[in-house]
């Protein structure tokens, strides 16, 4: 949990703007008013403007936020996944979801009546095996690797770098109830292609209860909102019937036909047209 947000800065900030959306709890201090204190680096959040300091602090397994200014941006910056230019302007759900990143905690994207959208996360793995192990599900859709290794170490890659690069991807589905992994469901970047793609399955025992319109609502609502779509695809087999049924009531518009990998598919195309 993120209990502490410590400037250790060289230019001065105005603190009192850094007042977040939200605090939770959690305290901001300087890094000069804290002699002696003795912090968890796992509670803590570190911003800073001094790449060397910034480093050693990576180094450390710390989480850093680097602030990029005028006075910094001939240096050697290229080392940190997360920086900003006005971090007193920052929200407290922005700081969390960096302080998250790297203690591999997963965001939370979306909640809909029924389920919670979140990022996988490794102990997903045994869950995803016992929703895929009806081979129906796999019929229209990747399956995962029969060696539960390269599954695991798949998942690892895409957490640091699906997820950190592009801010988005595919998501797990959790029923709200009792947190039950149900399905997944989020956006990929298909090559060759210009929009992002949905795409999205639901556990057999959950079907036909409208939750697949659900969660790609929310999926479709969090893309516009949050990721500034404003155009997404879907490639569908013209057999999967379901998944047509589906992409038509969501406002989806059949395009045209196209191959990938010599299997046909149906290309549809919706507009996130922003009011």
């Known amino acids: 949990m993120l209990k502490h947000i410590i400037l250790l800065t060289r230019k001065e900030m105005k603190t009192e703007e850094l007042l977040l959306e939200e605090i939770k709890g959690c ?93 996988m996360e490794e102990k ?26 390269k599954e695991r170490d798949y998942i690892r890659s895409y957490i640091e770098h699906a997820y950190t690069f592009w801010g988005f991807g595919t998501w797990i589905v959790e029923r709200k109830e009792d947190h039950k992994l149900i399905g997944r469901v989020g956006f990929n970047l298909r090559e060759g292609y210009e929009d992002p793609e949905l795409g999205f399955v639901i556990g057999l025992p959950w079907q036909k209860q409208g939750l697949a319109y659900e969660v790609c609502a929310a999926a479709l609502r969090t893309g516009k909102e949050e990721y500034g779509f404003t155009r997404v695809q879907a490639l569908v087999r013209e057999e999967n019937l379901a998944s047509v049924r589906l992409c038509e009531k969501l406002g989806f518009s059949l395009q045209k036909k196209v191959k990938e990998q010599g299997q046909e598919y149906l290309f549809y195309q919706i507009q996130l047209a922003f009011s």
């Open 124 to 149: 997903d793995l045994d869950a995803l095996y016992e929703l895929y192990q009806d081979k129906e599900i796999s019929r229209y859709t990747e399956d995962l690797y029969e060696d539960r290794q």
């Open 27 to 119: 305290e901001i201090k300087l890094w000069k008013e804290m002699p002696g204190e003795d912090l968890l680096v796992e509670d803590c959040l570190f911003i800073t403007d001094m790449p060397l300091v910034g480093k050693g602090l990576l180094q450390e397994k710390a989480a850093v936020l680097f602030w990029l200014h005028e006075a910094n941006r001939g240096e050697d910056t290229g080392s940190f996944p997360f920086a900003i230019e006005r971090p007193e302007e920052a929200e407290f759900s922005y700081l969390d979801k960096v302080y998250r990143r790297f203690r591999g905690i997963p965001w939370e994207i979306a909640q809909t009546d029924r389920c919670i959208l979140r990022e």
